[in-house]
Nanobody, 126 residues
Framework: QVQLQESGPGLVKPSQTLSLTCTVSGGSITANDYYWSWIRRPPGKGLEWMGAVDYVGNTYYSPSLKSRTSISRDTSKNKFSLQLTSVTPEDTAEYFC??????????????????WGQGTQVTVSS
């Protein structure tokens, strides 16, 4: 059973960079046909897919966030990470990492994610 766990600071100042890491257990981030995503949910709003890295290291980004988002992976530690630059209070949200396994990947994704982390709250405030 794949398990995901987000980690990172819960408070970030405006204009700084938000950095989160997702640690994966129970499976390898290089396993075939896996797509590892970051998704967020601002207060009172729905889920927003931010981007992903796949099993061979290709990256995919939401067009609306692409200029500020970078997703990377560390295969030796079985982790993948999110960096969001120039944050504002509008980036306050619960951030989730999630995984999809399959052959129906698209951008934006129109799939049901198979595995989710528990989420981590990030507040942008001075």
């Amino acid at each position: 059973q794949v398990q995901l766990q987000e980690s990172g600071p819960g408070l970030v100042k405006p204009s700084q960079t938000l950095s989160l890491t997702c640690t994966v257990s129970g499976g390898s981030i290089t396993a075939n046909d896996y797509y590892w995503s970051w998704i967020r949910r601002p207060p009172g709003k729905g889920l927003e897919w931010m981007g992903a890295v796949d099993y061979v290291g290709n990256t995919y980004y939401s067009p609306s966030l692409k200029s500020r988002t970078s997703i990377s992976r560390d295969t030796s530690k079985n982790k993948f990470s999110l960096q969001l630059t120039s944050v504002t209070p509008e980036d306050t949200a619960e951030y989730f990492c999630a995984a999809y396994e399959g052959k129906s990947w698209s951008v934006p994704p129109k799939v049901m994610f198979d595995y989710w982390g528990q989420g981590t709250q990030v507040t942008v405030s001075s």
